[in-house]
């Protein structure tokens, strides 16, 4: 793939219905987190807390004008409800303070938005281990609700169930979020003054780049602020906003209807209608390495959130039945196929990976 793909994959994690709605939120206390060795996670410094200010109060006031700089970006974009970052992988145990770590493992970042080393101890929410991002809220009039779920097989697919509040505020402010490495285990929602309602599982690639949540346009509804990590000193561009001209984005079904993708020997065709009401369109899966067809599944597709959704079967029995997260290139010739969230593969991912690239065929 592209080192593009390295840089900014991008994907959408979307939930139709808040679990645990915030509507009429009070006022909440998020839950203390656990330390990797079963005790309490050591809280950031009292003189970070609200209303402490630091020894001389220079970081203090540095600190509420880099949320200020990173709010301001999101004014660009009413779609956007707030901003996010990955912050890095804690392991289970580590002594180190939490400010500690995060100087050590975002030291740009942090030296460029020190908000990030006064977020109280109250809005740490988790283990105090894993997978750690950073949530801020598009400003102060958005509700935040962050809340543990668990992954339960319901109908056709796993889906999440929340057993836990750890946080919930009408007038919200940052939150850091412990997220488990192995799944997304934590589940946030964001309602901005305005009513545009998000609903996602924080997830990274591999490389530190957010799978970011889309709207039904296939536009962004959170920005990724570590972005400011990628630079130093003063010279960050005035004004940036996330343009998506070089990002990644799960494709729509009227962009995927009617194109034939390639990997190896294998052809994804996706065609258009012909199909019952609730599905996109036809599909064709076909492996031909010498001109002509030796296996053939047929069946239908359609999108769901970022998901390729397939059922096709073969004659000699075998099926597919799954969802897919997918991401298309801006120049709409690659695509990004990833093994369902399952675990189910399909014929031309081979065992032993968890994603592969197709090329836009011809004609």
């Avoid at 889906?159 to 799944?183: G, I, K, N, T």
């Avoid at 994804?268 to 002509?292: H, I, V």
């Avoid at 709409?332 to 081979?350: C, H, K, N, W």
Wanted: charged letters at 25%.
């Amino acid at each position: 793939m592209k080192q593009i793909l390295m840089r900014r994959i991008c994907a959408a994690i979307l939930c139709p219905i808040l679990l645990l709605g915030l509507a009429g939120c009070g006022k909440g206390s998020g839950s203390t987190p656990n330390g990797g060795d079963g005790t309490l996670a050591k809280p950031l410094s009292d003189s970070k807390k609200p209303g402490k200010p630091s020894v001389d109060g220079e970081e203090t006031a540095n600190g509420a004008e880099s949320l200020v700089r990173v709010r301001g970006d999101l004014e660009y974009d009413g779609r956007l409800t707030g901003a996010a970052a990955y912050l890095g992988l804690r392991e289970k145990g580590d002594p180190t303070e939490l400010t500690d770590w995060l100087r050590e493992n975002c030291a740009d970042l942090t030296s460029e938005l020190p908000f990030l080393l006064e977020i109280p101890s109250e809005r740490v929410l988790g283990a105090g281990y894993g997978k750690l991002f950073c949530i801020v809220p598009r400003d102060e009039n958005t509700s935040l609700a962050v809340n543990h779920v668990t992954w339960q097989m319901m109908g056709n697919g796993l889906h999440p169930v929340a057993d836990e509040v750890l946080y919930r505020e009408e007038y919200a402010e940052p939150v850091l979020v412990f997220v488990d490495p192995e799944e997304p285990d934590k589940e946030v929602n964001l309602v901005t003054n305005d009513g545009v309602v998000l609903c996602w599982y924080p997830q990274e690639d591999g490389y530190g780049n957010l799978f970011l949540p889309t709207d039904e346009a296939g536009e962004p509804m959170l920005y990724d602020f570590a972005i400011y990590g990628y630079v130093t000193g003063l010279d960050y561009p005035e004004g940036w906003e996330p343009s998506g001209d070089d990002w990644w984005w799960p494709p729509t079904e009227l962009g995927l209807a009617d194109t034939s993708w390639l990997c190896d020997s294998w052809v994804l065709e996706l065609r258009g209608g012909d199909a019952s009401p609730e599905y996109a369109g036809t599909a064709d899966l076909y492996y031909s390495p010498a001109g002509y067809i030796k296996q053939d599944y047929l069946g239908v597709w359609r999108m769901e959130d970022d998901c390729l959704y397939l059922k096709l079967s073969a004659d000699s029995g075998d099926a597919i039945d799954a969802s897919f997260p997918i991401l298309i290139s801006p120049s709409g010739e690659d695509l990004y196929f990833q093994r369902s969230r399952t675990g189910a593969g399909i014929p031309f991912l081979p065992d032993g990976m968890d994603s592969v690239g197709l090329v836009l065929g011809a004609g």
